[in-house]
């Protein structure tokens, strides 16, 4: 039984560190999961936002009973300071939704999860109302399940998109079960050339963001120790 459970919204978030992991699927609650397992650690995508994060975090938490539960994956900065491919690890999680908020064991900050991608306005404000340094879309709700289930729960997120990144609403690209419809959003782009210096950021970050979230990830044991 894997002790420490991660959970990420895409694979690409975690995909140089699971690419060589053992996997299987298991079906929870008519959804199907892929989970990736490596000694006592196990990893599971469960998609973008709060629904498909919960999913997510209950399924790995009944087949796996892990001892800690890591929201993991990428957020926007709302700090100007943060800058792509800085990890953060926040004390205090607060649904933007309702003000409910988590205490953690360790960390340092204030993450806040809101219901869509924050354009700059947006991050702004949630600065300003939460005192928050990151935002993200799934912690909040994983901390959720986590808690429901007395799991213990921390979170380790990268900085993807920095403070003043800025681009159009993405949830016409997310599917019904949190997937991320990557040909519909290629040929969005591609017909909008002034997209196109934000879209090449916008890899080139992630890509940044991945590696440095998969090589805090793979210091992780079972007893979430850092190796």
């Known amino acids: 039984m894997s002790r420490v459970a991660v959970v990420a919204a895409l694979e690409r978030e975690v995909r140089p560190l699971v690419k060589d992991w053992g996997w299987s699927e298991k079906e929870n609650g008519g959804r199907s999961f892929r989970f990736f397992e490596k000694g006592e650690v196990v990893v599971v995508c469960g998609g973008i936002g709060a629904e498909a994060a919960r999913r997510a ?41 309702d003000g409910s908020s988590v205490v953690l064991d360790r960390g340092e900050g204030v993450l806040v999860s809101f219901g869509s991608v924050a354009d700059s306005a947006q991050k702004a404000r949630l600065r300003d109302s939460f005192s928050a340094q990151v935002v993200d879309m799934e912690a909040s709700a994983e901390a959720r399940a986590a808690e429901l289930r007395g799991v213990e729960f921390a979170v380790v997120k990268v900085i993807s998109d920095e403070y003043d990144f800025s681009f159009p609403s993405m949830e016409r690209f997310v599917s019904s079960d949190g997937q991320f419809r990557e040909g519909r959003f290629a040929l969005f782009a591609s017909v909008r050339p002034w997209l196109w210096p934000q879209v090449a950021r916008l890899v080139r970050n992630s890509r940044r963001a991945s590696l440095a979230l998969c090589d805090w990830l793979g210091k992780l044991d079972g007893a979430d120790q850092r190796l």
């Open 57 to 97: 975090a209950e399924a790995v938490i009944e087949f796996y009973g892990p001892t800690k539960v890591y929201s993991a994956g990428f957020a926007g900065a709302l700090d100007p300071a943060l800058k792509a491919a800085d990890i953060v690890l926040p004390r205090r999680v607060v649904n933007a939704a």
